[in-house]
Structure formats: C-alpha cells, structure tokens
C-alpha cells in the first residue's frame, strides 16, 4: 500500500493515521455489513423463488381458472380461490371501515388538543398496547367474548333487517362479523399512529389561521386539518387495509372455513391466510403447489397494497416539505 | 361599525348559527370522547379476560408440567415456554446480526448507494409480507430439506419476520448520531469500523435495542408462521440427558391455538393461562424497550 | 435416515455432557388421526412411565395430514381412520403395514336450548342434514321422530371438519352407503365438497368441530363418540339398517362379525344386526415395514403390543371400542413385519 504522503507519528496528539491491522479490520467489517445488506436482498429473493417457483406447476395446471374458481374439493383435484380472495377483501375491507374510523377519530383526539398532554399519554400508550397483543390472543378473546357478545345484536338485526343482503343469514357463531370486528382492533393501532404524524405534520400556522378566521374547533378539524393532512390519513388507511389481509390467526379461529360468497356480515366464510393455515400441514405434492399458488396470490395482493400504501406516504412526506 | 348603525334588527340569525356551531362542535368533541372511550374497550376486555380466567389458573405447576392430553385434568405448558424462548432465541440470534449490520450499511456506509436503496425497499416491503409466507417460507427451505418438523425451522421463520424490523429501526437509530460526532473522530484519523464502534453504535444502541425488542417481542406472539415448522409437542426439547432440536418443538402461541379449539374446559382454562404468560412476556418486553428507548436529552 | 439429525441430536448431547443412557433413548415421532387421539395420548403417557426409555410424540393433526408427513418421513408412524390409499401406498418403498388399533363409533352431536337428551334421527334425516335439505329443528321429519320432545324453531348449523379427515372419510362412507343422492353429489373421501350454504361450518379436527358445536346453538357436527363422551356434549339417537334407534357407546358386537383381510382393512359402511350402531369403523396406525435404525422398529412394535395388552384395556373406558380377541391375535402377528 503506497502512502500518499508521509504521517509522522505524533507522540503528543491523540490522533493517529490507522495501524496496517486496523485498516484490515475495517475492511472485514465493511465486507460483513455489504453481507449483511446482501442477505436481506437474498431474502427477498429467495422468497420469491421458494413461493414462486413452488407455484408454477400449479399454475401450469390450473391457470388464471384458479383464481375465478369457487369450488375447493381436493378429491376431484378440483382448486379455486375465488371464494377466499373475496372472504380476504371482504372481511378486510370492513375491518377498514370499522378500523379507519376509530383509528383517524383516535388520532385526531390525541393531537387536537383535547387531552392535557399526559392524559393524552395515557391513551397513546393504550392504543400501542392495542398493537402488542398477539393475534393468537385476539383469536381466543374473540372466540369467547365477540361472538357470545353480538350474538342477541345480530339475531336482532337479522330478524328486522333481514331483507338487507348484508344482514340474510342468521349468525351461526364464527363468521365475517366478529372476524371483521377483532381485525378492525387489530389494524386501529396502526392506523392511527400514522394518522397521527401525518396530522402533526400539518404546520401550526395553518391551525392558527383557520382559529383567527372564527372557525370552531371542530371546523377548524374537518375544513382544514384533515384536508391538508388528507394524504397521509389515506397512506395510513392503505397500510391497514395491508395489515389486515395478510392477518392468519385470528381469522382461520372466528371465520368459520366455509368457502363462499356472500354479502351477508353473519354467513361463515374464508380467507386466503386461513386457508393456507389449515391447508398446509396437510398437503400432499400436488395440493402443496396448488397452496404454493394461492401463497403467491396472498403475496401479490399485499405487496400491491403496501406498495401503494408507502407511495402515497411518500408523496405526503414530499408534500409536507 | 356601518353594520351597527345601520341594523336597526338585531342579529339573531347569526347568533343562532354560532350557537349551532358550537353546539356541533360540542357534539363532535363529545363523539371523539366516546370512539377514545370504545376503542379503549377491548384492551381492557382482553386484559380483563386474561387476568380473571388465565391469572386464576396461573399457578407454579402450570408453568413446569407438561400438556394434558384430551380428557385429563391438570397439566401446565412447561415445554411451550421453553420452546418458545428457545425458538425466539434461534430467530434472534439470526436476525439481529443481520438486521444490525444491514442498518450499519444503510445509516452510515452508503446511505445514498443503490445497494441501500434497493435493500431499504427490500426492508419495508417484507415488513408487510404476512406472517403465514414466513412459515411456507422456511417450510419449503427447512422442513422439506432437513426431512423434519423442527425448533430451528421455527426459528427462521420468526427470523424472517424480525429481520425487516431490526434493519429499519436500527437505521433510523444509526443515523440519528450527530455527524458532529462522526466528523470528529474521523479527523482523529479512525477508520470507519472504529467510528461505527466507538461513536455510532455507543451512540445509537438505546433506540437500536428497542428496535431489537420490539421484534423479538413480535416474535414471541406469532403463530402462523410455527403452524407447520415447528408443530407442536407434548415433551420437553430437552429431557433426561438428550437435547432434542431436530424435532417437533412445543411453542405458547400454537398451544393456546391448539387449546382454544378443544372441546374441554381444562384446556381452554390453559390456553387462558397461556395467553395470559404470552401476553405479559410481550408487554414486559414492551415497556422495557420504551424506558431504554426513552429519548435522554 | 436422518443423519443431521442425529448429528445435531448427537452434538447436543455431547455439549450438555449427558449420560451415557442417552443414546438408548428412543424417540418415535407420529402424527395423524384426531379421532383416537385422546386414547393414544393416554397410551403413550401411561407407556412412557412404564418404559422411562421410550417416548412416543403423537401429534394430532388429522388423517390426511398424517398420511402426508409419513410420505415425506418427516414421522415415524402415522394414524388414520380412512387407512391409506393406493396411490399413497405405492410410494413407500419400503412397504406399509397397516394395523387397526382401536374402533370407534362416530356420533352426531348436537347443541340445542334446553339441553334435550337423546333426540332420534331416522336414517334419511340425518343424511339430508348433510345433504342440506332439512334446515330447521322443528322441520316436520325430525318432530314426527322425537314425540313428547319440544324442537326450537332454529336453522340448523352444520359442522363439519375444515381438515383432511378420516372422521369424514367414515361418515362420508357411510352416508353415500344409505343416501343415493348424497353417493352420488357429494360421495365420500377424506374432504367432502359439502353444499355452499351459510349453515355449514368447518373447523379442524374432531376437536375443533366438538367446540364448535358446544359454543354454537342449534349446531350438529360429526364426532367420535369419546370425544362427544369427554365434552359432555349430547348426541343423537341414530337409526340403523334394522330400523332400531340405537346409541353409541353400548360395545364392540358390531365388530365381531367382521373377518379382517391380510392387509388388515375391512369397512363397514351399514353393518347388519338390530343392536348394530350404524357408524362403527376401525382406525389404523401406519408403519414402514422396513426402517432404518432397528431399534426404533423394535420400539415400535413394543408400543404396538402396549397398545393390544394395557392398552385395549383403556379403550373401552375412554368410549372407544376394545379389539374383538381375534383381531388382537392377527394384529400381533403382522406387527412382526416392522423391521
């Protein structure tokens, strides 16, 4: 290694030009973070070749057929999801509905000023408690808590409402209800944390501005924070609506496994993450790559999501800039 | 002032919509309350579950037993625990390298680099793959090569899902470090290893470790992705003298799943308690991570 | 077989400076049936205190899925109601041998206000409960079978198995066997495309369907009888090929008159006899006939003849069915080819 110029050791400075091993070590250590930043591309790339390569055969076989397909009967070799990509929108989209609600109404409660700055705390820590509980538990509570809980309030509705197509069967115990409510539960932290930072990046000029022109608190709230916020709300409600499709556990406990499509918030029905959870300890070659496919179609679905959810965070981001 | 002396009426009309006004806001605030209020419900519902149905079941001989079968009394989730800290522990000890040493490279080494970018891609869009994909992940590259349901195919499944994690929050630690600091050193004439050993992890270890805690917290929880690589077991990993890893590995979350589908109420009272230990595992984790985390200047 | 994994086993035990009795120790690793899982559970609790050096791991995962980790070795031995396909057996190179364990009976358990115990169900009810034409409780076809018993004006939710099931393999035989309509649209096998309807739930193992319908009223599912016999779960009175309304539980005659052949399978889809209850079925444990450590097939054959001695003894408490005598002699006997 030829120096470019000639350091003379300094005795009295703690500085000192690196020792020949130190430069060594530097590189191994450089070498090992670029491996560490290769690993995590090769995951991704691995991922997508364990699950997609395991998927040709069966989309081979079964074609875009396998996704318009209603009928799931492995006897018959006979495989279509449609009845669970609906299932996994469906039961998503409510918890959405439900979630996105609670989760901005949340948001918009801990940073409007309505709370002294500790009891604000307070909830803040409840809602990202919220987040921690596993699925797993919310499956459990769900089992014995939602479902005996709205049972007396769906027989009601079915009974009067009846007529409505979201409320034609009777609820049965497991279904899209109590699976969308634990779901909605599932996603609000996540909802309304980002919520959250895309209202306080929202600059207090402009809250000021919208108070000295007489608006109430609540005008100034709906005319003009979540207008000028609106981006990143809506970036927050696309990265729910990723969670919840890709939630497994508490959905394969309180769906109900039925495979069909209905309208109705009571009937049973599935979810391509309940599917592939019972399905798959079970799979024999030929049901694996069939699964192998419906994988890949649960991957594609939430990758677009996400993808889409973190763009428009971007652009919000930009824009707040 | 011309509106005063001209009106000779007063002005109800807009007194009146001022009034409506506030009213609406009031009402709104009032619906704010009670959406805070309702969606406080079901954490304090689960709390309140866990802590009534699991807590009086919790007892010394429920963490050290075995599983009941189907119809016997008794019994505990001894091997689940163990199973369960075992299984983190081989995801941690994969993730955390990995995932430290890829935050290094995309907070400081080449943050503008196209290798960070694509890898920061990379990072966010597997935080969002669902945890099912973890386990036919590591189903299809373990379980299949290595012919068995096992601990360490559990363990990279969880590691799969706490890589993404600790990447991105060990970046965003990393590259909170004031350059000042950074500048400083390198103008000492320290190699790049020596400023990320001596100014930027000491620095940035507080917010790096939450990051760390909050994924293996994450991990603890997960069930979908142990469903069919680690299985279940009824027995300890480690018994009489043998250690068993290469087979089926008990886990908390798999039991209260198993149990929550069991007809007995012996089993559901254990999947309380189980739940209970799971989800006080996770909170402890939580709130440490918070307080180590806590931003000290 | 499995040289890392006795390699890892190995190390392992090296580093945490076991015993030397650790290399006698034998683990065997099986997964399948739900149906007679409690019993084997029992089984294998009872026989590892009797033998300290032997460890049997059942995992209850359903039929098919045991069938499925025999064929990719990932476990020593399965279990399985509906015994094996052909096709599945002509890829284990190393030959199957089937051995029927037990017998059980498989109930129709049902979850009803009131609790009434007992309700009758006339053949061609039941199986259009399945088919999903009879709807309600109070449907016209069930009040006129169970006088004096007040039926609630329910839908009936129909529960049945989310999983690969041997259960369902049974049930789904038998049906097809009574039910023309139902052989023909539904048939049977270990999965049944029953019909779409919002009253039919699935949920895994005979487990998950034995809490579904504890939890869900007006719900009927199909179970083993010990399962319905554990939970405390009422079940119905059904009626066989002789007319009679029967109840599970009230012993193995059914069985006695069944010859097994030499591969150890024999069905009785609608056996004969006035006391005959009309869902009886043996369920089989699933070996390789050749294994490659010889000591684990020793111990295999050692739980095998646990489970023909102690272990028949336990069945019938437990709601499952003893083996006729006979059977016992010819399982003995074929148990000699594991090797």
């Not at chain 2, 149905?53 to 119809?71: I, K, Q, T």
Request: hydrophobic residues 50%; glycine residues 10%.
């Amino acid at each position: 290694m030829n120096k470019p110029f000639a350091v003379l050791p300094l005795h009295d400075s703690v500085c000192q030009p690196p020792t020949a091993t130190q430069l060594v070590v530097d590189r191994g250590f450089r070498g090992l973070c670029h491996l560490g930043v290769f690993l995590i591309l090769l995951l991704v790339v691995a991922l997508v070749v364990e699950i997609g390569g395991k998927a040709v055969p069966g989309m081979q076989k079964y074609g875009t057929g396998f996704i318009a397909g209603t009928v799931w009967d492995p006897n018959q070799l006979q495989y279509g999801i449609l009845p669970a990509i609906w299932g996994t929108l469906y039961s998503s989209l409510l918890a959405l509905l439900i979630g996105g609600f609670f989760g901005v109404m949340m948001a918009i409660f801990l940073t409007q000023d309505f709370l002294p700055p500790r009891l604000a705390a307070v909830f803040r820590t409840i809602i990202e408690l919220l987040a921690a509980i596993p699925s797993v538990v919310y499956g459990l509570w769900g089992i014995f808590v939602v479902i005996p809980a709205i049972r007396p309030l769906a027989d009601w509705l079915h009974q009067t409402l009846g007529w409505l197509p979201f409320f034609k069967s009777s609820l049965s115990g497991p279904g899209l209800l109590p699976a969308a409510l634990v779901l909605a539960i599932m996603i609000l932290p996540t909802i309304a944390a980002v919520s959250q930072d895309a209202l306080r990046a929202v600059p207090l000029k402009t809250k000021q501005a919208a108070y000295g022109m007489g608006a109430t608190h609540w005008e100034a709230i709906l005319k003009v924070m979540l207008p000028t916020a609106a981006t990143g709300i809506f970036g927050a409600l696309v990265l729910g609506l990723g969670r919840a499709l890709g939630e497994t556990m508490a959905l394969a406990m309180l769906v109900g496994n039925s495979n069909q499509i209905s309208l109705s918030l009571f009937s049973p029905a599935n979810t391509l993450a309940a599917l592939l959870a019972l399905n798959f300890p079970e799979a024999g070659p030929a049901e694996v790559e069939v699964l192998m496919y419906a994988s890949l179609v649960l991957m594609l679905i939430t990758l677009v999501v996400n993808l889409v959810g973190s763009s428009i965070m971007l652009m919000s981001q930009q824009g707040a800039k | 002032m011309r509106n005063l002396s001209v009106s000779d009426q007063p002005a109800p009309s807009l007194q009146r919509t001022l009034a409506g006004r506030s009213l609406r806001s009031a009402l709104l605030s009032g619906l704010a309350w009670a959406c805070a209020l309702i969606a406080s419900v079901p954490l304090f519902s689960v709390l309140y579950m866990l802590i009534t149905r699991g807590g009086s079941r919790l007892s010394w001989e429920v963490l050290s037993e075995l599983p009941p079968a189907g119809f016997e009394m008794g019994g505990g989730f001894g091997n689940a625990l163990v199973g369960t800290f075992v299984m983190v522990g081989i995801a941690a000890l994969i993730a955390i390298p990995v995932g430290i040493l890829a935050g290094i490279f995309l907070a400081v080494l080449g943050p503008g680099s196209k290798l960070a970018t694509m890898a920061r891609f990379a990072a966010k869009t597997l935080t969002g793959l669902p945890s099912i994909l973890a386990g036919v992940f590591a189903y299809a590259l373990v379980v299949l090569t290595t012919g068995s349901y096992s601990a360490p195919a559990g363990g990279v499944a969880l590691a799969v899902l706490m890589v993404p994690i600790v990447v991105l929050t060990a970046e965003e630690a990393l590259k909170m470090v004031p350059k000042v600091m950074k500048d400083a050193a390198y103008g000492m004439g320290c190699t790049r290893t020596q400023v990320i050993w001596k100014i930027v992890l000491p620095t940035g270890m507080p917010a790096v470790l939450t990051g760390v805690m909050l994924a293996v917290a994450r991990a603890a929880g997960e069930t979908a992705p142990l469903l069919f690589t680690a299985l279940f077991s009824n027995y300890w990993l480690y018994q009489d003298g043998s250690l068993e890893l290469m087979g089926p590995t008990a886990s908390l979350a798999v039991l209260i799943y198993n149990f929550s589908g069991m007809p007995f109420d012996n089993q559901i009272e254990l999947a309380w308690a189980a739940s209970l230990v799971l989800v006080m595992i996770v909170l402890v984790i939580n709130i440490v991570s918070r307080i180590i985390g806590r931003p000290r200047f | 077989m499995k040289p890392f994994m006795f390699a890892v086993a190995g190390a392992a035990a090296l580093v945490l400076s076991s015993s030397a009795l650790a290399q006698e120790r034998i683990r065997l690793i099986g997964s399948g049936a739900s149906f007679p899982a409690p019993l084997y559970l029992a089984w294998f609790k009872d026989l590892g205190k009797k033998n300290p050096n032997l460890t049997v791991d059942y995992q209850s995962k359903g039929s098919g899925a045991g069938i499925q980790d025999f064929l990719n070795k990932t476990v020593d031995f399965a279990a399985s109601d509906s015994a094996m396909s052909k096709e599945d057996l002509a890829k284990v190179p190393e030959g199957v041998q089937l051995l029927p364990m037990t017998a059980g009976e498989i109930v129709l358990a049902y979850n009803l206000p009131g609790n009434p115990k007992g309700i009758r169900l006339p053949r061609e009810v039941y199986s259009n409960i399945f088919l999903g034409k009879i709807t309600r409780w109070n449907d016209a076809r069930i009040t006129a079978a169970n006088p004096g018993v007040s039926l609630p004006d329910l839908p009936i939710t129909v529960v049945v198995r989310a999983d690969s099931s041997g259960t369902t393999a049974v049930f789904s035989k038998h049906l097809a066997a009574i039910n023309d309509e139902f052989r023909k649209t539904l048939g049977e096998g270990n999965t049944v495309n029953w019909p779409a309807s919002d009253k039919f739930i699935k949920s895994p193992k005979n487990d998950g369907v034995t809490a579904t319908v504890r939890q869900t009223p007006g719900a009927i599912g199909y179970i083993e009888y010990a399962f319905a016999k554990l939970a405390k779960v009422d079940y119905a009175l059904l009626q066989n090929k002789a007319g009679q309304y029967v109840a599970a539980g009230s012993g193995g005659e059914t069985l006695a008159g069944v010859k097994l052949p030499p591969d150890m399978v024999a069905w009785l889809p609608d056996p004969d006899g006035a006391k005959a209850y009309p869902i009886t079925s043996y369920t089989w444990m699933i070996f390789r006939k050749s294994n490659a450590d010889p000591k684990k097939a020793q111990a295999m054959r050692e739980m095998v003849e646990y489970g023909l001695t102690h272990g028949q003894k336990m069945a019938d408490a437990m709601g499952y069915i003893p083996l006729p005598a006979t059977v016992v002699d010819q399982v003995r006997t074929a148990a000699a080819s594991i090797k």
